[in-house]
């Protein structure tokens, strides 16, 4: 592999923050309205904690609040998969499921690969591997719980399927190759799924019109909601601070 | 809804050893479906600033608590009984650690 532009390193890092700063979003989204008051506290403490690693990985590309409130929608590098909307809680935690453990494998490899992200990476797979085993935890409950409960679980893992693919496209001045982390999570969300009664998603991991998208900067149409809530203020009063 | 899941849910009362203490102290309650998930939202709500190395949950109903009205019985005597408390020996000099 040739070394990566610094312009490359960049737009990873970058694409790595938006994963984060985006979840962290839409986690948040449940405060004051999960299920349980337990589970609210659950959602928006791993919401802090990818809010964490969002600010780290924006300030190794410029300024965190600039890039955060400033940039436009096409502008963003997250996959869809982040933005997809809360849904039900089921919704919720397929989503966790197949981001944490995708984020997991991630960050141990970026870990070990010696990056600027690499010390950042390092710290941060100890909070992930909770966020992965909050996810696993809930889907077994789910999916080997109540007739319904069932049955939202199967539809939410169905209904996300399709955004899972664009996880392990490649991403230039990465150091890490994505593609070959697909097997391992393969195999590891299809132990949880299997554990939990549940059938793995038959459809294709990902649509012509999505394949890689949000990378590029094209997202889904709830995107635009999310960002004008999380920029409003910043866009109202500039530079406002507590 | 919510008033209904969380009483479907036992209550767990949780106890937390903190870095430097040496047993579990109690430090609240709260609902979960079962032990592996009550440890985990004892994680959450009761851990999250760095309070505790070491957590323990147990199921509410698991535990006998002395009641209000035996109070007298229970713990009146003790009151005067001041030589059970170990202050009227002289701390023979050279004694470290005491």
Redesign the interface.
């Known amino acids: 592999m040739s070394t990566p532009t610094p312009t490359a390193v960049g737009t990873a890092t970058l694409a790595l923050a938006d994963d984060a700063l985006v979840l962290a979003q839409r986690l948040g989204e449940w405060a004051a309205d999960a299920p349980v008051l337990e589970e609210d506290v659950a959602l928006t403490n791993i919401a802090l904690d990818l809010l964490g690693q969002a600010r780290t990985l924006l300030s190794l590309t410029g300024d965190e609040d600039e890039l955060a409130y400033g940039r436009e929608e096409h502008q963003f590098r997250n996959v869809q998969l982040v933005e997809r909307p809360n849904g039900d809680f089921a919704d919720t935690i397929a989503r966790q499921l197949y981001f944490s453990v995708y984020q997991e494998l991630l960050y141990t490899a970026l870990a070990a690969a010696d990056g600027q992200t690499a010390p950042l990476a390092a710290k941060a797979v100890k909070e992930v591997a909770y966020h992965r085993d909050h996810a696993e935890q809930w889907t077994l409950r789910l999916g080997d719980g109540t007739e319904e409960s069932h049955r939202r679980m199967q539809r939410a893992l169905d209904g996300l399927w399709r955004y899972t693919g664009e996880l392990f496209a490649p991403l230039e001045g990465l150091g890490v190759e994505l593609p070959a982390l697909r097997a391992p999570w393969l195999e590891r969300i299809t132990a949880v799924v299997e554990r939990a009664t549940l059938t793995m998603p038959q459809g294709p991991d990902r649509t012509p019109w999505s394949a890689g998208a949000g990378r590029q900067g094209v997202h889904t149409e709830p995107f635009g909601k999310l960002l004008a809530e999380m920029q409003y203020l910043h866009r109202a009063h500039p530079g406002a601070s507590w | 809804?919510?008033g209904q899941?969380?009483d479907a849910?036992p209550l767990w009362e949780v106890f937390v050893r903190s870095r430097r203490g040496l047993s579990h102290s109690h430090a609240g309650s709260?609902?979960?479906?079962d032990a592996?998930?009550a440890l985990?939202?004892a994680?959450?709500?009761y851990t999250?600033r760095a309070e505790g190395v070491s957590i323990w949950v147990v199921p509410s109903t698991a535990i006998t608590a002395s009641s209000p009205d035996e109070k007298d019985p229970f713990f009146e005597p003790a009151a005067d009984k001041p030589y059970r408390h170990p202050t009227f020996y002289e701390i023979p000099e050279g004694v470290k650690h005491l």
């Open positions: 809804m919510t899941t969380s849910w709260l609902h979960a479906p592996a998930m985990r939202n994680r959450d709500l999250r």
